[in-house]
């Protein structure tokens, strides 16, 4: 069955080739992917004809980093950040010990409701790691969650290091823990920070993931500089994230790698910390893509727009770069090429405004402008089981 979408205010195709948006466009879905764009007066006709009156349409949002699987609430802990406590990466302990309680059921219905809340935003495709089980049995159910809701599931046994032997725990991440993840799995992660994992056991544990067949990503130069953005440089990671405290060097090495620089400005805002440099970033060539890395304790959000909207007031992106990087890039940094545009080819996952245009997800920042979610060619009915 087709669709023509028309009337459209502004199409925001972020495609790289063509033109990034047309005014007074039309779209037409065949199935579950996009068959035609371009202007209403030249649309082909269509089974089914959707008028969007005047709205702005974009691609759905594709939010590469998040931390949905978890249970248990670090409220408490946001308070006492903002009231002086700085955060420190050993908050995720307390994560642990409410994820390892928690059944199967309550983690696959808190994900549920995470997930919706993320289409409602506008997010059509989510990825999502494990990294609060930190034992075989817990990492690898946790990404069987995980599963039930997106492809791009990410085994981050390395998030923290629980108490004991630092050196056994990689073994372990290395060992049993990664046989028992892989199988739910397509990426392999790990927190490159002081206080979590140095360099030498990120390069470990990710060329034990590759040798399991599983992709590399990177957490890196979060709180501080450090080695990991110049080693996910080096291993040639489609994406290293964060990416808050870099030197002239790493630059040049995300430049010369290729390697997508994920910001996450959500962490900065929910911890007080300084906003990564995007205008830096891109005016050296370097590719950003935006996530929302949602999870309980250094950010919990999940919208892509409040990330855009801080991406554009604090990081010196445009408003079209910013929906770029939440798209285009974003599905880049999955090794995407289904998603993330809406040009012919690619799945009819589209968000509609309130709103004649894209600019408007930064002018209008907290209002709630997404008015329907498309997934896979047809609307996100919310779901009411959750
Ligand atoms: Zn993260």
Redesign the pocket.
């Known amino acids: 069955m087709s669709v023509l979408i028309t009337n459209i205010g502004e199409l925001f195709t972020s495609d790289p080739e063509g033109p990034p948006t047309m005014e007074a466009a039309a779209l037409v879905v065949d199935g579950a992917t996009v068959a035609w764009t371009g202007a209403a007066a030249d649309a082909p006709p269509a089974d089914e004809r959707v008028d969007v009156g005047g709205r702005a349409v974009l691609p759905g949002f594709v939010d590469s980093?998040s931390?949905l699987v978890f249970a248990g609430d670090r409220a408490q802990e946001f308070a006492a950040r903002m009231a002086g406590t700085p955060y420190a990466a050993g908050g995720i302990r307390t994560t642990v010990a409410a994820t390892r309680a928690a059944t199967d059921e309550q983690l696959t219905g808190h994900v549920a409701r995470l997930v919706e809340e993320m289409r409602r935003q506008g997010t059509t495709t989510v990825e999502i790691?494990s990294g609060y089980g930190l034992t075989v049995h817990d990492e690898a159910r946790s990404l069987a969650v995980a599963r039930q809701f997106t492809e791009e599931t990410t085994y981050l046994g390395a998030h923290v290091v629980p108490e004991g032997d630092p050196q056994e725990y990689v073994d372990l991440v290395t060992g049993a823990m990664l046989d028992a993840a892989s199988p739910h799995a397509r990426w392999i992660d790990v927190f490159c920070e002081r206080g979590a994992f140095d360099a030498d056991q990120a390069r470990t544990i990710l060329r034990a993931g590759a040798a399991a067949g599983l992709r590399g990503r990177l957490?890196a130069n979060q709180l501080t500089y450090g080695e990991g953005v110049q080693l996910a440089a080096d291993l040639g990671l489609v994406a290293v994230?964060h990416c808050t405290y870099l030197a002239d060097a790493d630059v040049a090495a995300l430049r010369d790698s290729g390697t997508i620089a994920t910001l996450?400005p959500g962490v900065e805002f929910s911890t007080r910390q300084p906003y990564p440099d995007a205008r830096r970033l891109l005016d050296s060539g370097v590719d950003v893509a935006l996530a929302s890395?949602c999870?309980p304790g250094s950010c919990f959000t999940s919208s892509m727009p409040l990330c855009i909207a801080l991406a554009v007031r604090e990081m010196g992106m445009t408003p079209a770069e910013a929906v770029h990087a939440a798209t285009y890039v974003g599905a880049r940094a999955l090794d995407r090429d289904d998603v993330g545009a809406l040009v012919p080819g690619r799945r009819a996952d589209l968000v509609v405004l309130d709103a004649p245009s894209h600019v408007h997800l930064a002018y209008r920042p907290g209002v709630p402008i997404v008015t329907a979610t498309w997934v896979g060619g047809r609307p996100h009915v919310r779901a009411t089981a959750v």
């Open positions: 980093h931390h790691k957490h994230d996450l890395d999870n």
